[in-house]
């Protein structure tokens, strides 16, 4: 098998951080979630485990429940002092991003469809890193190959996290067994334009350290 190398570097360079881009009036039928979802199901997992579950919200009326919980964990957080911090420090770029972040939140029960990436189990309290990581590296590659299929067919995401700081109330509202472990929250939907751009980011040669730190 060959690769258009130029077509795949692309891909993998512009699958942005969407959120201001997103299209909160076009649905998104659930064949296209349904197809992304089965690629992404081909990442590998820890000691082959299998164990990602995958939870679609597509009804407004869960939407606003989430995205309400959403709201009031953002508002709880360390996000205002953040955002104001990269401000004063002139950081144009991440200051965007927590402006971005601010207009997600606003308008998240807007945004046709929410992907919650889940795993069957949970870490024990002060679980050694080496079991953290296995759990969490069973599900991030995954959403990673979901979020490219995505790209690849016209529609955008970004990995949001902030609905965790609400998890027991989310699972709750969902109906999620104490066992699962929601990891994410993906809002899904097609992008106004598919023109993204690779971001600045420091060359490698400056972060990569050889054979020591």
């Known amino acids: 098998m060959e690769f258009d190398l130029k077509k795949t570097d692309a891909l993998l360079s512009t699958t942005r951080a969407v959120r201001k881009?997103?299209?909160?009036?076009?649905?998104?039928?659930?064949?296209?979630?349904?197809?992304?979802?089965?690629?992404?199901?081909?990442?590998?997992?820890?000691?082959?485990?299998?164990?990602?579950?995958?939870?679609?919200?597509?009804?407004?009326?869960?939407?606003?429940?989430?995205?309400?919980?959403?709201?009031?964990?953002?508002?709880?957080g360390f996000f205002r002092e953040a955002s104001q911090a990269a401000a004063e420090?002139?950081?144009?770029?991440?200051?965007?991003?927590?402006?971005?972040?601010d207009w997600l939140a606003d308008n998240l029960h807007k945004v046709p469809v929410f992907?919650?990436?889940?795993?069957?189990?949970?870490?024990?309290?002060?679980?050694?890193?080496?079991?953290?990581?296995?759990?969490?590296?069973?599900?991030?590659?995954?959403?990673?190959?979901?979020?490219?299929?995505?790209?690849?067919?016209?529609?955008?995401?970004?990995?949001?996290?902030?609905?965790?700081?609400?998890?027991?109330?989310i699972a709750e509202i969902l109906g999620i067994p104490d066992n699962i472990l929601q990891c994410a929250l993906l809002p899904v939907a097609y992008t106004k334009g598919t023109d993204f751009k690779p971001a600045s980011r420091p060359p490698v040669s400056e972060i990569t350290h050889w054979n020591g730190w």
């Not at 889940?118 to 991030?140: F, H, K, L, N, T």
């Not at 990673?144 to 949001?160: E, K, Y």
Request: charged content about 20%; proline content about 6%; some cysteine.
């Open 21 to 76: 881009r997103l299209d909160l009036d076009r649905p998104v039928p659930r064949s296209v979630i349904e197809e992304c979802l089965q690629l992404a199901v081909q990442a590998p997992t820890a000691s082959n485990s299998q164990t990602w579950r995958w939870l679609v919200i597509d009804d407004a009326d869960l939407r606003s429940m989430i995205a309400e919980h959403y709201r009031t964990a953002l508002a709880a």
């Open 115 to 169: 992907v919650i990436p889940c795993v069957e189990g949970r870490p024990v309290d002060g679980a050694p890193v080496g079991m953290q990581a296995a759990i969490w590296g069973s599900i991030y590659p995954a959403m990673w190959s979901f979020q490219l299929a995505l790209r690849s067919r016209g529609l955008g995401s970004t990995l949001t996290t902030v609905h965790l700081f609400k998890e027991r109330e």
């Open 89 to 101: 420090r002139g950081e144009a770029q991440t200051a965007r991003v927590y402006d971005s972040a």
